[in-house]
């Protein structure tokens, strides 16, 4: 079972909380007095946190060249210096500030840094130019650093090359890295969770398709009009089981081709197959893994409904619980082991779940293991598996 990805929320919040702690002391000794019932330590706190944040939102997916440049500036506040660069091995990223015609010399400044790893200061020798009003002529670079793999270097420029001013920029080179290895988590959780969806559309039961077809066969002559409706319901059910798009979609989207799954089940089963739903509207909007309720309707259909006599019902019910939704699918079928439940939440082969494990997984990556699928069932007794998702979770969007 996959683990939590809460570790760079603790990370960034750990970095975040470093770099506002370096930087205020880096300020100088803050006065006591107050302004009203805030003293200008509050102040500097907080105008500190409020500009990090906003080079935050620019690094989310790592060290681009649209992002880094959009951050600069932001940096550039924080290290209140009047000009910074961002370098790559390959060449300059992103400059921002005055003395724009020192950005050609950059990459020059960084190359060793870029090297060597070592932060440096670099003297008005190699960085001073001829005009008297510039306000460059110092600069201080420290290295970006992911997996101890230089990727970066900051540059920050300005009269003078302070002790202070060097420890402020190694603090935050040392931030940017923590963003840009927050950004590389998050890619590689997208990777892990294609795979997954992958893998779970290979799993697709080859049953239901067989099925659908033969009931849609079965009604071509004597009711062409339903036969078409079920094929167009099977089209629609296919293409987005089938689509490639994000890893994430809107509960709606998710519930409306659980309909169509149904429909086309509905059409084998007859009145077999009773369904019920009670879904509050305020939850429709909220983002969750795509593909992560009909696998678990298909399990109650395949190995609840199915192996009954007389047949069952299937409830599926939405509800708001404040900061999270709640999803929770119930059968009253023949029920499981729970043994053999829990090793199909294992994702252990051979135990003829259609995506149980593969559900949980995904569900447990994006959200923490606190959000994994609760499975209740006994022989004879039925099954219900319920899941939360937050309505809003860093990184998670529905994408079409």
Not at 224 to 237: C, G, H, K, S, V
Not at 373 to 389: D, I, N, Q
Request: hydrophobic content about 45%; aromatic content about 6%; charged content about 20%.
């Amino acid at each position: 079972m996959s683990g939590s990805f809460h570790l760079p929320t603790a990370i960034f919040v750990a970095g975040g909380m470093l770099l506002l702690y370096a930087l205020v002391r880096l300020v100088g000794p803050a006065r006591r007095a107050r302004r009203g019932f805030v003293s200008d330590v509050d102040h500097a706190t907080h105008a500190t946190l409020h500009t990090a944040s906003l080079a935050a939102r620019h690094l989310q997916d790592g060290l681009t060249a649209e992002g880094t440049s959009r951050a600069a500036r932001h940096l550039r506040a924080l290290l209140g210096a009047p000009a910074v660069a961002i370098c790559e091995p390959s060449g300059l990223l992103a400059w921002d500030g005055a003395a724009e015609h020192h950005r050609e010399h950059a990459f020059r400044d960084a190359s060793e840094v870029l090297g060597t790893g070592r932060t440096i200061v670099l003297g008005a020798d190699p960085v001073a130019c001829r005009d008297p009003e510039c306000p460059v002529r110092n600069a201080v670079v420290a290295p970006v650093v992911t997996e101890d793999r230089v990727v970066a270097a900051l540059a920050a420029y300005g009269p003078h090359a302070s002790a202070g001013l060097a420890r402020a920029t190694e603090e935050v080179a040392r931030w940017i890295s923590t963003q840009a290895e927050l950004a590389e988590l998050g890619r590689q959780r997208t990777r892990v969770m294609e795979a997954e969806l992958r893998a779970l559309r290979a799993q697709i039961s080859p049953h239901f398709v067989h099925n659908s077809l033969a009931a849609i066969a079965s009604f071509v002559r004597t009711d062409p009009e339903r036969a078409r409706e079920l094929l167009l319901e099977f089209a629609d059910f296919s293409r987005y089981a089938l689509r490639r798009g994000g890893v994430f979609t809107t509960l709606a989207e998710e519930l409306r081709n659980v309909e169509r799954y149904l429909v086309l089940e509905q059409a084998r089963f007859g009145d077999r197959l009773r369904i019920s739903l009670l879904i509050a509207p305020e939850v429709l909007p909220v983002t969750v893994p795509y593909l992560a309720i009909q696998p678990i309707v298909e399990n109650a259909v395949r190995h609840g409904i199915a192996g009954k006599e007389g047949g069952g019902s299937i409830s599926i019910t939405a509800t708001d619980h404040g900061s999270e939704a709640e999803i929770a699918i119930e059968d009253d079928g023949v029920g499981s082991d729970p043994e053999v439940v829990r090793l199909a939440l294992d994702g252990q082969p051979g135990t003829d779940s259609i995506g149980l494990g593969n559900v949980d997984a995904r569900l447990r990556q994006v959200y923490g293991d606190d959000f994994g699928l609760v499975v209740e069932t006994a022989p004879g007794a039925g099954t219900k598996v319920t899941f939360r998702v937050p309505k809003y979770a860093p990184g998670v969007h529905a994408t079409t």
